[in-house]
Structures are given as C-alpha cells and as structure tokens.
Nanobody, 125 residues
Framework: VPLQAYGGRLVQPGGYLRLSCAAS????????IGWFRQAPEQEREGVSC????????YYEDSVKGRFTISRDREKNTVTLQMNSLIPEDTAIYYC???????????????????WGQGTQVTVSS
C-alpha cells in the first residue's frame, strides 16, 4: 500500500489535530491526493483534496475555514490540519491517490485508485 494515514486520536470539541498521509514509491508532488472520512453506518465522504503542484485545493462545505490541506515535500507527505473540531468530525480518516499523475483532484471517492489504512479521529468531551 503506497499510502499510510496517521495522527488520529481522541480530542475535545474545539480542539485541533494534524493528520498526515505518508506516501511511498511515488512523489506526492505529481499526484492528486484526497482525504476522506467514514463515520459509523455512513458512506465515505470527501473532505479535502489537493491537485499536483498545489494548483488547486478543495474542501467539503462543512470543513471550509476549519481544515487546511497542504504538501510537505521534504517528507513526501500530505497533511490535513483540522481546527475547531466538532463531534460531527468523528470518523475514520483515509487518504487516497489516483493512478494517473497530474489532472485535477476531486472529492468523489470513485475517482481514486489507491487507499491507505485509515486513522481514527474521535471528537468528544
């Protein structure tokens, strides 16, 4: 598996977390990377994505202004900074990438080909 998400844990409402998606075998600079989440008994939903060369970043409406996606080229990772967390953010978070380089990212899981193991984020007091 070329991707591994990590950084999830229990956090209180209003708190913050920084998730990381570590890539192996390819350079994240040239590929679309998406962050998705899946809560119990719910479908997987797109949270944020970043296009190659940082041409574009996109966010699901409920996380706009709270989450920020970015690349760390030295570490070959994509991070998701999550601030002002609310209980509704509780889910398993996954990162993913498309098989083809370049192009534009999307928040639809069906556009992505490779998935890392998820990391659990729990927002609760």
């Amino acid at each position: 598996v070329p991707l591994q998400a990590y950084g999830g844990r229990l956090v209180q409402p209003g708190g913050y977390l920084r998730l990381s998606c570590a890539a192996s075998g390819f350079d994240v600079e040239y590929f679309n990377i998406g962050w998705f989440r899946q809560a119990p008994e719910q479908e997987r939903e797109g949270v944020s994505c970043i296009s190659p060369g940082d041409i574009g970043t996109y966010y699901e409406d409920s996380v706009k202004g709270r989450f920020t996606i970015s690349r760390d080229r030295e570490k070959n990772t994509v991070t998701l900074q999550m601030n002002s967390l609310i209980p509704e953010d509780t889910a398993i978070y996954y990162c993913s990438t498309m098989a083809s380089a370049w192009g534009s990212c999307a928040l639809s899981q069906y556009e992505y080909d490779y998935w890392g193991q998820g990391t659990q984020v729990t927002v609760s007091s």
